[in-house]
C-alpha cells in the first residue's frame, strides 16, 4: 500500500505565486507488515524514492574538448620538443612536457565527469593490458634498489621511470576514451609530427642546421634521440604512413602520406642497419596479413608498397650498399650484445627474481653482471643504462612480474589483432578499414622493435599513441555511456578519481618541476668557470632535489677544488678555517651520495677519490679510500679500475713519505718501513689490476714505476717493454724507457728510445736534454750542441740558464765523462 506524504519547498515562479509556500507530493513505499488497521505506524522507517536527475554530456563538452586538444598538443611537440638549458636537453625537457600535459588533460576530463554525471568508458582487453604493465612498474619501484631513480629516471634515462610510464598510460586512457572522429585528427597530427622530426634529422644528418645551438650544430643531433632511434620512428611508422589518411582540417594539403612514406625510406636506406629493416619488414608483412583478412577483394596495387619495401630490405641486409661518403660523419652507436644481454637477465633472475633492480636501475645490474665480461676490452669502464632491447631493459629492471606484464601485454594487444576480422564485418568503409590496417601494423612493428632496441620517451609516445588509437579505433562497440548518478557506488568512485586524479597530477607536476629545476641549476653548474659560482649553483641543485646522488658527487669534488685553490693562499686563521671547511665539506657530500645510492659503485669511486686526495691534510685516510674503492669493486667486480685507483693510491703515499723523510718531517726508519709496505701494496694492487685485464696499459706502466721506485729497474723495463709497442704514438713511454735502459746500461737501447721520442715529438725538451747528455758521453759533441739548440728554439725555455750554461760548455769543448748523473737531470717544461 503507498501513502501520500506531502514536502514543503521554496520554488521560483514568474506568477503571482512567486516566493510561496508551495506543497509538492513525494511518494514513500510503505511494507504490509508495517499496517495496523490500515494505518501505517512506522513512518520513520520509510524510504523516499527520488528521481534521479539524467546524466548531461552537453556540460562536459568543454571539458572534454580542452582535455582532447591538450593531448593533441602533447601528441605534437613531444617528439620535437627539446630545450637548451638542461644537462640532458631532450629526455629531460619532454618528460617535464609529457607530465604537464598528461595532468592537465585528466583534470580536465575528471572535471567534464564530475560536472556532468557522463562518463564514455571503453573495457577491453588492452586496458587490461596497460593497467598491468604500471602495476609491474609501480612493484619494481617499490621493490627498487634506488626507489626515487625509479620513479623519476636520472638525467640520462627518463624512459622508465614510474612517473613516465603513469603518464603514458593517463595519454592512453584518454586516447581511448576521449578522442572523436575515430582518432583521424590525431593521426595527422602524430604524422605531421614524426614528419617534421625525420625532416629535421635528415637535415642535421647533412649539415644543414636549423637551430645555432651548440649542441644542435652536431650532425648526428636530432629531435627524437641518437641516428638509431629516429630510425626506429621511420621503420616502424611505414605502415602507418603508407596506409594512412591525413588529410584532417587544415592538414589536409600537406601530403603527410607520400611525405612520410619517404622521409622514413630515405632514413632507412641512409642509417642502412639490420635492425631497422626487420622493423619495416614486420611492419610491412602485418600490412599484408591484415589486408588478406579485410575481408576485401585483395588489390595486387595495393601490395605493392610493402612487397617493395621487404625485398629492398632483404636486399639491402644481403648486399651491404656503399653509403659510407653519406654515413662518414655519423657515430657508431655502441651497446652491449645480446649474448651479454641475456647474461645478465639470466644472473639477475637468480638473484632478485621477483621484483628485478627497479626501473632505471639497469646500470647497476650491469655494473655487478656485466662490466668483468668487458674487462679485457676497450670498453671496460663503460657503462649501460640499457640493454641490447627494451624488454630484456625492463625484464632486468622488473623481474619475474615485469616478464608476466610484458606477456600480458603482448596478449592484449593479439586479442585485438584477433578482433579486426569482426571489426571489418562491422565496417564497410574501405577508408576506415584502411587506416586500421596501417595502425595495427605499426603496432606490430613496435611490437618487434621492443624486443630489438632500448625505447626513449619518444619512442614509448609512438608506441602508447598506437595502442590508444587500436583501442579506440577496433573497440568501438564495446563503448558504453554511464549516469554516475545512477549508482551511489559510480559517484563515489568518480569522486574518489577526480580527488586522486587531482593530487596525482599536482604531485607529479610539483616533484616534476622540482627535479626539471635541480637539473637546470646543475647544468648552470657545470657551465661556470668561477668555482665559487659552481659551488653555489651546485648548493641550488642539491635544494630543488636532494634525492640526486649525482649532484653530491659533483659538489664533493667542487669542494676540493676550492681546497686545493685555498692551500696556496698566504696562511692566515681564516684560511685555516676554510680550508677544514672544505674538508669536511667534500666528505660530508661524497658521503651522503652513498647514502642516497647505496648501491651505486659511482658513488663509492668517488669518496675514495677525495679521501686520496686528502691524504696530505688528514692522516689515516688512505684505508678509508681503499675501503671506499673495495666496496666499488664488490659492486663492479672484475672491473680493474679499482685495484688500480689501489694501486695509485699507494702510489702516491709512497711518493709522499719519501718527500716527508727528505724534508725530515718525520722519523726516517718508520719513514722507510711505511713508504716500503705503501710500495708493496702499490705493486699488489696493479698486479690484481693486470690480472683482471691484461692489456691495462696504465696498470702496467704503473707496475713499471712501482718496480722502479723499489730499484728493480730490469723488472720495470719488462713493464713498458709490454705497452710500448701498443702505443707507438706516445713519445712519453719512449723516453720513460730510454731513461730506465740508461740506468740498466743498455746505452744503445737508451739512445734509441730517446731518438724516437724526438721523432715523434720535436718540441719534446726534457728528451733532447736527456739525448744531448748522452751524446756528450759517447763523445758527439756536435749532435749534443744541436740538441740543446733545438731546445732553446723553443718559446717556453729559450732562455733556460742551465740549458745556456751546458751549451756554453760544450762549445768551449768542456766535457764531463760520464756528464754528472745523467738521470737526476731535469730541469725544463
Not at 674 to 679: D, F, L, S
Not at 790 to 803: A, F, G, S, Y
Request: with cysteine; glycine share 8%.
Amino acid at each position: 500500500m503507498n501513502l501520500n506524504f506531502w514536502r514543503k519547498e521554496n520554488i521560483e515562479s514568474n506568477t503571482e505565486q512567486d516566493n510561496n509556500d508551495v506543497f509538492e507530493p513525494q511518494h514513500w513505499e510503505v511494507p504490509s507488515d508495517n499496517l495496523v488497521n490500515g494505518v501505517n505506524l512506522e513512518v520513520e522507517n520509510l524510504e523516499p524514492v527520488y528521481e534521479i536527475e539524467p546524466a548531461d554530456p552537453e556540460k562536459a563538452k568543454l571539458y572534454n574538448n580542452i582535455s582532447r586538444w591538450v593531448v593533441y598538443l602533447g601528441v605534437f611537440l613531444l617528439p620535437l620538443f627539446f630545450l637548451p638549458w638542461t644537462t640532458g636537453v631532450l629526455e629531460m625537457n619532454k618528460q617535464l612536457l609529457l607530465i604537464a600535459i598528461a595532468g592537465t588533460a585528466l583534470i580536465s576530463w575528471l572535471l567534464g565527469i564530475v560536472s556532468s554525471g557522463y562518463l564514455v568508458w571503453k573495457n577491453t582487453h588492452l586496458d587490461r593490458g596497460i593497467i598491468g604493465l604500471m602495476g609491474a612498474f609501480l612493484f619494481a619501484t617499490i621493490f627498487s634498489v634506488d626507489k626515487f631513480k625509479s620513479l623519476f629516471g636520472s638525467s640520462s634515462s627518463l624512459s622508465d621511470g614510474l612517473v613516465s610510464i603513469i603518464a603514458f598510460t593517463v595519454l592512453y586512457f584518454l586516447i581511448a576514451n576521449n578522442i572523436e572522429d575515430r582518432g583521424k585528427f590525431l593521426k595527422s597530427i602524430l604524422g605531421l609530427s614524426i614528419s617534421l622530426s625525420l625532416i629535421y634529422g635528415l637535415l642535421q644528418m647533412f649539415g644543414v642546421h636549423v637551430f645555432k645551438f651548440s649542441f644542435a650544430t652536431s650532425r648526428i643531433f636530432n629531435t627524437v634521440g641518437s641516428v638509431n632511434a629516429l630510425g626506429i620512428v621511420a621503420a616502424a611508422g611505414l605502415p602507418f604512413f603508407s596506409k594512412g589518411k591525413f588529410d584532417t582540417r587544415f592538414l589536409k594539403n600537406l601530403y603527410i602520406r607520400k611525405v612520410g612514406v619517404l622521409l622514413s625510406l630515405a632514413f632507412l636506406f641512409l642509417v642502412n642497419w639490420w635492425v631497422l629493416w626487420v622493423i619495416a619488414i614486420a611492419g610491412m608483412v602485418a600490412v599484408i596479413i591484415f589486408e588478406s583478412i579485410s575481408g576485401r577483394r585483395l588489390k595486387l596495387t595495393r601490395l605493392i608498397l610493402p612487397m617493395t619495401v621487404i625485398i629492398l630490405a632483404v636486399f639491402s641486409m644481403i648486399i651491404s650498399l656503399d653509403l659510407s661518403a653519406l654515413r662518414k660523419n655519423l657515430p657508431i652507436e655502441v651497446g652491449i650484445s645480446y649474448d651479454l644481454s641475456f647474461s645478465m637477465l639470466g644472473s639477475v633472475l637468480k638473484d632478485n627474481p621477483v621484483f628485478g633492480y627497479g626501473p632505471e636501475n639497469f646500470s647497476v645490474a650491469f655494473d655487478k653482471y656485466g662490466a668483468g665480461k668487458l674487462a679485457s676490452t676497450t670498453l671496460s669502464n663503460a657503462r649501460f643504462f640499457d640493454a641490447t632491447s627494451e624488454a630484456m631493459t625492463l625484464v632486468v629492471q622488473g623481474g619475474l612480474v615485469m616478464l608476466g606484464a610484458i606477456a600480458f601485454l603482448l596478449w592484449s594487444i593479439g586479442v585485438l589483432f584477433w578482433r579486426f576480422h569482426g571489426y571489418v564485418a562491422e565496417n564497410e568503409d574501405p577508408e576506415l578499414i584502411r587506416d586500421s590496417v596501417g595502425v595495427l601494423a605499426s603496432v606490430a612493428a613496435m611490437v618487434v622493435a621492443l624486443f630489438l632496441y632500448p625505447l626513449n620517451l619518444t619512442l614509448f609516445l609512438f608506441f602508447y599513441v598506437l595502442l590508444g588509437l587500436v583501442a579506440l579505433i577496433i573497440c568501438e562497440k564495446d563503448k558504453r555511456e554511464l549516469n554516475i548518478e545512477e549508482k551511489a557506488s559510480l559517484s563515489i568512485i568518480s569522486s574518489l578519481g577526480f580527488i586522486g586524479g587531482l593530487i596525482l597530477a599536482l604531485v607529479g607536476v610539483y616533484f616534476g618541476v622540482s627535479v626539471y629545476m635541480g637539473d637546470v641549476k646543475y647544468a648552470q653548474a657545470l657551465a661556470e668557470k668561477d668555482n665559487e659560482r659552481v659551488a653555489a649553483a651546485m648548493v641550488s641543485a642539491i635544494n630543488w632535489n636532494g634525492q640526486n646522488d649525482q649532484y653530491y658527487r659533483s659538489a664533493s669534488q667542487t669542494a676540493l677544488v676550492l681546497l686545493e685553490a685555498e692551500v696556496k693562499k698566504p696562511a692566515s686563521a681564516e684560511r685555516d678555517n676554510r680550508i677544514q671547511n672544505y674538508i669536511t665539506s667534500s666528505v660530508s657530500l661524497a658521503k651522503r651520495s652513498t647514502e642516497i645510492a647505496p648501491r651505486e659503485a659511482l658513488n663509492w669511486v668517488n669518496l675514495g677519490f677525495i679521501y686520496q686526495n686528502l691524504i696530505s691534510f688528514v692522516g689515516g685516510v688512505d684505508k678509508l679510500s681503499e675501503d671506499a674503492y673495495g666496496k666499488a669493486g664488490e659492486l663492479r667486480p672484475g672491473d680493474p679500475a679499482f685495484a688500480y685507483r689501489i694501486g695509485l693510491l699507494y702510489l702516491n703515499k709512497f711518493d709522499l713519505i719519501r718527500q716527508l723523510v727528505l724534508a725530515k718531517g718525520i722519523d726516517s726508519a718508520s719513514g722507510l718501513e711505511a713508504a716500503r709496505q705503501a710500495i708493496k701494496k702499490a705493486e699488489d694492487n696493479f698486479k690484481r689490476a693486470i690480472e683482471l685485464s691484461p692489456n691495462f696499459g696504465l696498470a702496467i706502466y704503473n707496475l713499471g714505476i712501482a718496480y722502479d721506485r723499489q730499484g728493480e729497474v730490469g723488472e720495470a723495463i719488462t713493464q713498458l717493454e709490454k705497452i710500448v709497442p701498443f702505443n707507438s704514438g706516445q713519445p712519453g713511454l719512449n723516453f720513460e724507457l730510454g731513461l730506465l735502459y740508461y740506468r740498466a746500461g743498455r746505452k744503445k737501447d737508451a739512445l734509441s728510445q730517446l731518438q724516437r721520442a724526438i721523432v715523434l715529438a720535436p718540441d719534446y725538451a726534457n728528451a733532447r736534454w736527456y739525448l744531448a747528455l748522452i751524446y756528450e758521453e759517447r763523445g758527439d759533441l756536435t749532435s749534443a750542441v744541436d740538441n740543446l739548440e733545438k731546445i732553446l728554439n723553443v718559446e717556453i725555455n729559450k732562455d733556460n740558464p742551465v740549458v745556456i750554461k751546458k751549451l756554453e760548455e760544450l762549445r768551449s769543448g768542456q766535457r764531463k765523462i760520464p756528464p754528472q748523473n745523467v738521470l737526476d737531470q731535469q730541469p725544463l717544461r
